[in-house]
Structures are given as structure tokens and as C-alpha cells.
């Protein structure tokens, strides 16, 4: 033994646990899932330094993420679209990781990044995952990672947050369908009398502005997936520093209905229905103010709409 040093006696160092704040849709704690929840949740304060936060509003939500990253190792939305929409907004640009436990109803960003649906599962995701860097797209002011969209694809999201919100059996319904409300919600708008149209022109960076074209919907894609699952035939990549705008022209109902079919099956969208551009920024105007959906949110109103690619705006755990 050398002397002067008591090897016998060494203290061992203590165990540094990862920050983390979990920023949870209180809605989600009365669910289904209410036990495994309850298990992930503990799984985290078991691993972590836990500080758990049950926001009562969206604002709230954005607010509590922005304060969080300068206190926290990992900020985690645990939620749907609409949480971790809230909460990237409060993260960007921030360089503080977010991790995802996707307990609502579409999740389509944390299926970007394969994220295990089971509560306790994408805890452990959190905890031992890595973080990587991604693209986030700006929209008059605000962020947002899945897809933006206009015309028939928002007028379903609208439908999809009444819905889901709604008090009684028709609230219950809505919740217990799940994904499939996305779905429920477009064949909806399809089958109206008269497909809903949007006036729109469309130009891609520098570009001459396009002429105005009627449309039936409009998608903004930071990343292929929307409405719970349904997957647009892009080729759009999470960190590419880009994304692709799709537009459906105004076509006949049953040519319509034809693509909406393909698109929930997976299937090859026939030829003429959707147009694919690809860009770093666009600009969208209309005649009059449209709603702009993303992320399973309404994000803005407005007849003009400027569009960012913002690379490596953000940083996921997966």
C-alpha cells in the first residue's frame, strides 16, 4: 500500500442522474393507458431527477418547455402532436434535447423517429436514448416538426381537436377511435356536397409568384407522416434542411376519394393528384385568410404564409 493513501477508505463517487422535466397533457393521465402511464412515470423518477408538470393551458405548456431548458438535462413532452408541438416551440434553438412520450391520439412526430408507443417503453427510450439533431419549419413566426397543412387536410384537424374535446358520447367515441378519427374527419370533408377549395399561389424561394390556383389541400412536409399515420409519398429526410410542398388541385369527387383511399392504404397516388416541389423556403398567399394546421394544431390564420427550413433547429432523443 502506498502511504498516505487508504484505499480501504475511498468513497465512491455518486451516481449523477440526468434533469428531467416532464411536461404531461393532464387529459392523458385519465385514459386508457392511465396505469402504464403511471408506470413510465415512475420509471423516470426512478432513473432521473424528476420534476413532473401538468400545464393547464397550451400557452402554459411553451412556457414551462423555454423556462425548463435552462434547468434541465431532457425536456419530455408526453402528450400527442399537440404537446410536443408546444413544447418544441419552447426548445428551439435552445440545444436542450426533447424526449417523447407519445400517449395521444395521432403521435405522428414521435413515428418519425420510431418511438415506441407503450408509455414505459419510450421512457426507457428517454433515458438511454442518444440525441440527434433535426429540422423544425417556421411558419409566420412559429415552429413546427410534422406537417403543415391547408384547405381539406386542416379543416379535418379542426374537426379532429373539436371532436376530441367534445364533453359526452361523442367526445368518448372520438377518443376511444383514436387515429382513425383523422380518417373519419377527411372522408368527412370529401363526402360534403361540394370538397371544400382553397384559392392559393404557391412560389419556392426566389421564384417568380405563382399564379393562383384553386386547390382542395396543401401540405407543407418536414416529414412524411399526418393524421395519425397516413404517410404523403415524399422523400423528405428529419435533417436534410429542407422540406416539400404538396398541393392537390381541384379534381373530380370520385377521382378525390380514388387518392384518399391510396393514401390510407399506402398505396401509389394516381398520376395529376398531388404535385411535390422541393425548397428551403416558399411562399403561400391567398385571397382570403385561411387557416395554416400543424402538428395537429391551427397555427395560424392569414392570407400570407412564409415558410423556413431551419436546420438542425432542434435536438430529439430516440
Known sequence: ???????????????????????INPAARQGREHARIEHAIAELDRRSALTVFSPESDDATERIARASAGTDDI???????????RVLNGLVRTGTPMGLLPIGTGNDFARAFDIPRDPVAAAARVLDGSPVP???VEVNGRFFGTVGVLGIGADSAVAVSRWMSAAGARGAVARRLGEWTYRIAALRQLLRRHAATVSLAVSMGGEVPAPVRELHAAFVANTALLGGG????VGILLDDGAFEVCVVPRIARLRLLWAFLCLSQGWRIPDGVLSVVRGETAHITSDEPVMFCADGETVCTDRRF?????????RVIC
Open 1 to 23: 500500500m502506498i502511504a498516505g493513501h487508504d484505499t480501504g477508505s475511498r468513497v465512491p463517487e455518486p451516481v449523477v442522474r440526468k434533469r428531467i422535466a416532464l411536461l
Open 75 to 85: 425536456v419530455v413532452a408526453a402528450g400527442g402532436d399537440g404537446t410536443a408541438h
Open 134 to 136: 433535426v429540422d423544425l
Open 230 to 233: 397516413l404517410r404523403l409519398p
Open 306 to 314: 412564409t415558410l423556413t427550413a431551419h436546420r438542425h433547429a432542434l
